[in-house]
């Protein structure tokens, strides 16, 4: 019994590094627009595509993964600079607009990938390495070790960027007051786009290692879109990343008791019922 | 115009729009087809509408009440073979659903209701699909039952005309004007002494059972359904989207924007069936990038324009 609990706490911990970079871009468009971007969801997993291709005509994963952040990089960029942009001040318009791009992301794709489920089977280093290996009598699945690894570097450079960086304490400013900020000559709409390009290369990150990790359809994004949110509704309008992991850690156990104790069938459903406990029991008006 | 005013055009337009398609064509005419679809994509758009409209609430989750009343129809037509058992029940289950839920989702505002709601009928979804009995992925039908479709179609029109009074006696009763008031101060209204939680509670069951409405109404006509349909988001989107082509904040927008929706949808997925998603995602980004106000809000801001005239040019002249 102890040995399960404690392969379930690891497993969770690997997870929740994933589920932190997954939510890091969402949540902080969140807080410097305001808005809730839907094509958060369908941006992760089309990098996890674009990196899936790259890998299936003979690339080297890295180069792949290289390759799909700068992709999501200019993805993300584009579509702040354009659409959302322009409708991020109503509510329902943003709505419409960046779930209208999701959809027509997920039209493009379905044309040329069958509607099957995928997985990035090799290792980011481009090394031939076994599924798992064991230390202390816990199973370490690679692939969520190298997810684990990249993940955790991910969230402490970008700590970094924001608490010892003059880019992240003007980013920081702007968040608490956005126009004191500009009175001090801070450009909003420079430091705006520059993150959003930084959170889209994540997002692109995130992408590849959610395909390593668990591999799927480009369907998911729906359900990647709805962990993200709550985690992002659950931490608010701050830029807290630890909250943001503690979080991740109890959405990631959660679903990884009821999968292992339920059925693996079910334990999406846990993950909905934490959301949703989350959002009503730890409400922030936003 | 006075509410006995209302009614009478009402029932002349009912009567109307009921028995000329009735009696004058065949019941393998393609407009069965298509006013039933309009019939209950109206519906779930009314229900979006009215819920925004009184409580400036933006429901991603109106597909729960929807699915919800899908298969609770299915699976009473099935066990009773009694429909007007099955509609009853069905109303019933959606209600009850309707105020368990809503108790707990009122204690969200702004984005986080937005994301409740939606993932509340997540949850549904993947629930229904591991529901024993009710077919899994593979869904639930009604092989028992045969509703003739110019039935189904009055029945419709009836279902719609009522709903449209309901909505307008409600909209412009105490409840409308308190719910309002919530919408705009609701600091303001709390201390003027309106039972805040009770409005929202009302107003969202209102708004859920419109949408259970639709989701009966489909059952009948199409009989057949799988959770990934029932419970589909794109029931919600597309009721955002009927609303903003139509004029949100209007009563009348639905119909004007679902007729619309209706025929750019239908016309360009005919000619490109395979593309429905990304036809479906180009709309939204069209109608959300070139929303101004809808076509009904544009239209009464004229009709508002030309009886002002009058006014103006006395008060220049003055």
Do not use: C
Not at chain 1, 53 to 59: D, E, H, K, Q
Not at chain 1, 160 to 173: P, Q, V
């Amino acid at each position: 019994m102890l040995d399960l609990i404690s392969q379930l706490i690891v497993n969770s911990l690997m997870l929740s590094g994933l589920y932190t970079i997954i939510t890091i871009g969402l949540s902080l468009i969140f807080v410097l627009m305001g808005i809730l971007d839907f094509t958060h969801g369908i941006k992760i997993l089309l990098a996890g595509y674009i990196s899936f291709w790259l890998i299936s005509w003979g690339s080297h994963p890295a180069l792949a993964l290289a390759i799909s952040v700068g992709v999501m990089t200019l993805i993300g960029s584009a579509l702040y600079a354009g659409p959302v942009k322009r409708v991020s001040d109503i509510h329902f318009t943003t709505l419409l607009v960046t779930l209208g791009i999701s959809y027509i992301i997920e039209g493009l794709v379905s044309i040329y990938q069958p509607p099957q489920t995928i997985i990035i089977a090799k290792s980011v280093t481009g090394l031939t390495v076994p599924l798992s290996i064991d230390i202390a009598g816990l199973k370490f699945s690679t692939a969520l070790v190298e997810t684990f690894v990249f993940s955790l570097s991910i969230i402490v450079l970008f700590q970094l960027l924001l608490k010892r960086t003059m880019f992240g304490i003007t980013l920081r400013a702007l968040v608490e007051d956005k126009e004191t900020t500009s009175l001090m000559g801070v450009n909003p709409s420079t430091r705006l786009l520059l993150s959003i390009a930084i959170v889209s290369a994540i997002s692109g990150v995130a992408g590849f290692f959610y395909m390593r990790s668990f591999g799927g359809t480009i369907g998911d994004w729906t359900l990647i879109l709805g962990k993200a949110f709550a985690l992002t509704l659950f931490v608010g309008k701050t830029t807290n990343l630890q909250a943001l992991f503690l979080m991740a850690l109890i959405l990631a156990f959660t679903e990884n008791i009821i999968g292992t104790l339920i059925s693996i069938s079910v334990k999406d459903i846990a993950a909905v019922i934490v959301i949703i406990l989350s959002l009503i029991f730890k409400y922030r008006e936003v | 115009m006075k509410l006995t005013k209302i009614i009478s055009y009402l029932v002349f337009i009912t009567a109307l729009l009921a028995l000329g398609p009735y009696i004058l064509l065949d019941a393998k005419s393609l407009f069965f087809h298509y006013a039933m679809v309009y019939g209950y994509l109206l519906l779930i758009a009314i229900s979006w509408n009215y819920l925004y409209t009184l409580t400036g609430m933006v429901s991603l989750g109106l597909q729960l009440y929807f699915g919800t009343a899908v298969y609770a129809t299915a699976l009473f037509i099935n066990l009773t073979n009694n429909l007007a058992i099955a509609v009853a029940a069905s109303f019933l289950i959606s209600a009850l659903l309707s105020l368990a839920v809503s108790i707990l989702l009122i204690r969200l505002r702004g984005l986080s209701f937005t994301i409740g709601s939606w993932m509340f009928a997540e949850g549904s979804l993947l629930i229904m699909l591991n529901v024993p009995g009710m077919g899994g992925s593979q869904g639930y039908g009604i092989p028992t039952i045969q509703i003739p479709v110019k039935e189904l179609y009055v029945a419709s029109v009836i279902a719609i005309v009522l709903t449209f009074l309901a909505t307008y006696i409600l909209t412009n009763g105490k409840l409308g004007f308190g719910a309002r008031g919530v919408k705009h101060l609701e600091l303001l209204a709390g201390t003027l002494g309106l039972n805040i939680p009770l409005y929202k509670i009302i107003v969202l069951t209102i708004s859920h059972l419109i949408a259970a409405l639709a989701g009966i109404l489909y059952m009948l006509y199409v009989k057949y359904t799988d959770p990934y349909t029932a419970f589909s988001i794109m029931w919600s989107i597309e009721a955002i989207i009927i609303s903003v082509i139509g004029g949100i904040n209007t009563l009348l927008g639905p119909f004007v924007g679902g007729a619309v929706y209706l025929v750019i949808h239908e016309y360009v997925r005919f000619l490109y069936a395979e593309l429905n998603i990304l036809i479906t995602g180009a709309i939204m980004v069209f109608f959300g990038l070139a929303y101004k106000e809808g076509i009904m809000s544009f239209v009464n801001k004229m009709v508002m324009r030309r009886k002002q005239q009058p006014v103006k040019l006395l008060s220049k002249i003055a």
